[in-house]
């Protein structure tokens, strides 16, 4: 259930980390990953 929840988890993350671009999204990325 905890990886389920994981990886539905991720792609969510990545609409957010692709909108703030400009934010620094190497290192969201890197602590995301």
Not at 8 to 17: A, Q
Request: aromatic share 4%; net charge positive; charged share 25%.
């Amino acid at each position: 259930m905890a990886k389920e929840k994981f990886v539905r988890e991720k792609p969510h993350v990545n609409i957010g980390t692709i909108g703030h671009v400009d934010h620094g999204k190497t290192t969201l990325t890197a602590a995301i990953t």
